[in-house]
């Protein structure tokens, strides 16, 4: 765990972060809900707010003052040991409390989160809760940046966002295969520095040799499956995901248009021309797996990318695997409302590892372990194929 006046800065840093995210938005912006995995940007604000008014402020502050009681109602997500919530689909329709209301409340609960800690009532425990309050807001920091793409670039107009993030860069490699003794090797965060719960258990795990690429699949890869009628081929696909592409007439990635006989994608400086020569994004595990039948080659476990994972360049694409969300050995779900964070979603899911372009500085490691169902893509998801 890091240092009391060091976290404290970084608590500081992380509350500006996630306002400067937001600031090239107008405030109608902040209420659009598109679809119930897409929280307006204004719910992202107010929710990591109430986290650390809920876990730290009222349990461990004498005579602390709720900024208002019906917050924990509005800014809940999943915590059913903490009490009633808005359904999450739902969080569009909360015209109140307003944009301007909600930063009221950030500063109120900054500022009271700073003096707590200058009077010095820190303990282990307490700066444990301040610690995962913090790389929680990052993880909302991320999907503030997603969420706001969704709402941009399902808005009829293509308006852009801004120039600050890039998300197209290609990779200076030259692609090849690694290849990767058979062994055992271990498994998980290791050392003492901050990890989630699911990464713990450090474990043994054996790998048959294998090879994984260097690189990530590029755009211009992904286009020759779509015009060798990838989509339209049930070989490739699981039937789930067949069904998937025929249920919501899946023709290419999320956020690419045909126009004039040219591939264009809507990014974050709004629509494109699509480069082929950059990586991938925006895919479910789906079309992942899809491809990877296409190629004659497959994905890789979330293991053998954990073990490879220092030989290639990797933290521009949350990389889809082909392991399922399970717990490590000897998982133990934490006690109390922060046991609810990781382990009850251990079902249905699918590990990706990485990173990407819009994960927040000092939030990424090779042993983090995000997930999501295999039919998601509005995140920066991508494909590095193994054999």
Same mark, same amino acid.
């Given at each position: 765990m890091?240092?009391t006046d060091?976290?404290?800065e970084?608590?500081?840093?992380t ?6 995210i937001?600031a ?5 912006d %902040? ?5 119930? *995995?897409v ?9 990591t ?6 876990f730290?402020?009222?349990p461990y502050?004498?005579g602390y003052?709720?900024?208002d ?10 915590y059913?040991?903490?009490? =009633? ?10 015209s109140?409390?307003s944009?301007t209301?909600?930063y009221?409340?950030r500063? %109120? ?11 010095g009532? @820190?303990?282990?425990? &307490?700066a ?5 309050g ?13 969420? &706001?793409k969704? &709402? ?6 293509l ?8 998300a ?12 990767i003794?058979?062994?055992l090797?271990?498994i998980?965060?290791t ?8 990464e713990? !258990?450090? /474990? ?5 040799e294998y090879q994984i690429?260097n690189?990530?699949?590029t755009?211009?890869d992904?286009? *020759?499956f @779509?015009?060798?009628? !990838? ?5 490739y ?13 899946v023709k290419a ?5 045909? @126009?004039d006989?040219?591939?264009?994608h809507?990014t974050?400086?709004g629509?494109?021309k699509i480069d =082929?020569e ?8 789906y079309?992942?797996?899809a491809f990877?039948?296409?190629k004659?080659l497959?994905?890789?476990?979330e ?5 490879a994972s220092?030989?290639?360049e ?5 990389e889809?695997t082909?392991s399922?969300?399970?717990p490590?050995?000897? %998982?133990?779900k ?6 609810e964070y990781?382990? =009850?979603?251990?079902v249905s899911? =699918?590990?990706?590892r990485g990173?990407s &372009?819009?994960?927040p500085?000092? /939030?990424?490691r090779n042993?983090y372990r995000?997930f999501?169902?295999p039919s998601q893509?509005?995140?920066f998801?991508?494909?590095?194929l193994a054999?």
């Amino acid at each position: 765990m890091v240092l009391t006046d060091t976290l404290l800065e970084l608590f500081l840093e992380t509350r500006s972060t996630s306002e400067q995210i937001c600031a090239p938005l107008e405030t109608e912006d %902040y209420v659009v809900q598109p679809v119930a *995995d897409v929280s307006p940007p204004k719910w992202h604000l107010g929710h990591t707010t109430w986290f650390f008014e809920e876990f730290i402020l009222k349990p461990y502050t004498p005579g602390y003052k709720l900024f208002d009681e019906s917050f924990s109602f509005v800014f809940n997500s999943y915590y059913e040991t903490v009490g =009633k919530r808005v359904v999450r689909a739902n969080r569009g329709n909360l015209s109140r409390p307003s944009v301007t209301k909600i930063y009221e409340y950030r500063n %109120y609960v900054t500022n009271a989160i700073s003096v707590f800690w200058q009077k010095g009532r @820190i303990d282990k425990e &307490i700066a444990a809760v301040l610690e995962i309050g913090i790389h929680h807001e990052k993880q909302h920091q991320e999907l503030l940046i997603t969420d &706001i793409k969704f &709402i941009l670039g399902h808005n009829p107009l293509l308006p852009a966002y801004g120039n600050a993030i890039e998300a197209h860069e290609k990779e200076e490699t030259f692609p090849e295969f690694i290849t990767i003794e058979e062994g055992l090797y271990t498994i998980g965060h290791t050392d003492a520095s901050f990890c989630y719960d699911n990464e713990m !258990g450090a /474990h043994k795990v054996f790998v048959n040799e294998y090879q994984i690429s260097n690189s990530l699949v590029t755009n211009g890869d992904y286009i *020759d499956f @779509i015009n060798d009628g !990838g989509y339209s081929n049930f070989e490739y696909w699981h039937a789930e995901g067949l069904d998937w592409v025929k249920q919501h007439q899946v023709k290419a990635p999320m956020y690419w248009h045909f @126009i004039d006989d040219e591939w264009h994608h809507y990014t974050l400086s709004g629509l494109q021309k699509i480069d =082929k020569e950059t990586p991938l994004t925006h895919i479910s595990y789906y079309e992942a797996f899809a491809f990877a039948q296409w190629k004659g080659l497959r994905l890789p476990t979330e293991f053998e990318w954990e073990i490879a994972s220092g030989l290639f360049e990797w933290g521009k694409r949350w990389e889809w695997t082909e392991s399922a969300y399970l717990p490590y050995p000897n %998982y133990k779900k934490p006690t109390g409302a922060l046991g609810e964070y990781n382990g =009850k979603f251990m079902v249905s899911q =699918k590990v990706l590892r990485g990173g990407s &372009i819009a994960t927040p500085e000092k /939030h990424t490691r090779n042993t983090y372990r995000n997930f999501f169902h295999p039919s998601q893509r509005w995140q920066f998801t991508g494909i590095r194929l193994a054999k």
